[in-house]
T-cell receptor, first 112, second 115 residues
């Protein structure tokens, strides 16, 4: 069964810093990987999706990379803002079966 | 499209009562997923459907839980009888078929409290 881990579990940074969130998965046979944001008491908002054939995806200040062979993905947030404070979750979709396996999440706090 | 719609947003019920959670997926999506989120276990897949047919229900915790999808635009997750340990946020998600670029879209969740 796919295991997905996110490190660190919590991160606190001053506004303006660049930061990296990590996601690792045990089975490299994936279809795609998706990064989500979750605000307290809210649902999940999709940020970026990387196909298994891709190396990275960018959206605004966010850049996600994927190294499938080593079972790793990173989410890079440039010039962090207080509004970026949320929990960030990664999810992998295996290439057999259609469910999504979620990581444990990283709780990010950006201090003004 | 309004996105994935779940109801109710909050539910407080007494132990032993039946609880029914509802989900309307995005039109045209043929995959529907039910997840449960707790502090201890994070997001866990309970069951998912493809074209209204249950494909994998191995995550359903026990016989007290059941899920149905009578048509492409509606699904229910029922807990009978409910127990305090069922307290969690239940999410519904939907996804289209087709290619590596298919994303999952989540509803706002139903926060269930069983007292």
């Amino acid at each position: 069964k796919q295991e997905v881990t996110q490190i660190p579990a919590a991160l606190s940074v001053p506004e303006g810093e660049n930061l990296v969130l990590n996601c690792s998965f045990t089975d490299s046979a994936i279809y795609n990987l998706q990064w989500f944001r979750q605000d307290p008491g809210k649902g999940l908002t999709s940020l970026l999706l990387i196909q298994s054939s891709q190396r990275e995806q960018t959206s605004g200040r966010l850049n996600a990379s994927l190294d499938k062979s080593s079972g790793r993905s990173t989410l890079y947030i440039a010039a962090s803002q207080p509004g970026d404070s949320a929990t960030y979750l990664c999810a992998v979709r295996p290439d057999t079966g259609n469910q999504f396996y979620f990581g444990t999440g990283t709780s990010l706090t950006v201090i003004p | 499209d309004a996105g994935v719609i779940q109801s109710p947003r909050h539910e407080v019920t007494e132990m032993g009562q039946e609880v029914t959670l509802r989900c309307k997926p995005i039109s045209g999506h043929d995959y529907l997923f039910w997840y449960r989120q707790t502090m201890m276990r994070g997001l866990e897949l309970l069951i998912y459907f493809n074209n209204n047919v249950p494909i994998d229900d191995s995550g359903m915790p026990e016989d007290r839980f059941s899920a149905k999808m009578p048509n492409a635009s509606f699904s229910t997750l029922k807990i009978q009888p409910s127990e305090p340990r069922d307290s969690a946020v239940y999410f519904c998600a939907s996804s289209p078929t087709g290619g590596m670029n298919t994303e999952a879209f989540f509803g706002q969740g139903t926060r269930l409290t069983v007292v």
